[in-house]
């Protein structure tokens, strides 16, 4: 096997389905804390939904933390890698654009998991939205003002 950094190695005979479901996460480049900032948050939020406009994928839950999200979507076309690429390309173009700055804005690559049983769904949701709780930037997951769950 040629050697491939760890995060190429990861995606080699990764098998992707249209209509599966799957947490994604990526994190800002040096763990930045970029979207302490509700704007800069919601230009994240906007390209989640046009993920699910375009027909990319259907948002489940997801949460914007200040230096990372977390996105539960089920993959409609298109694979993960492409979908990874245009929603971290265009929001960091939005983001560039609104405060001036240049250059990259998340780390290379993301992490990917495949729901294999579908009572994991509603734990793994549940996950995603109470991240902020457990970072302990909340008290209560309604103060949070950058998360979703279609169960709500």
């Known amino acids: 096997m040629p050697d491939f950094p760890a995060s190429h190695r990861l995606r080699l005979g990764r098998y992707v389905e249209a209509n599966r479901i799957y947490l994604l996460t990526t994190n800002t ?4 804390s970029v979207f302490e900032s509700l704007t800069l948050g919601r230009l994240v939020v906007e390209q989640f939904r046009s993920a699910e406009e375009q027909g990319w994928a259907n948002s489940l839950a997801w949460v914007v933390m200040p230096d990372h999200f977390h996105w539960l979507i089920e993959l409609q076309q298109g694979s993960l890698s492409e979908l990874m690429q245009k ?57 949070y003002p950058l998360w979703d769950a279609i169960w709500v």
């Open 87 to 143: 929603t971290k390309s265009l929001s960091t173009r939005a983001v560039n654009m609104a405060t001036g700055r240049k250059g990259s804005l998340w780390q290379q690559g993301y992490h990917d998991r495949a729901l294999r049983r579908e009572e994991d769904l509603v734990e793994l949701a549940r996950y995603v939205v109470a991240n902020p709780l457990r970072a302990g930037l909340v008290e209560r997951l309604g103060d």
């Open 29 to 32: 480049l040096d763990r930045k």
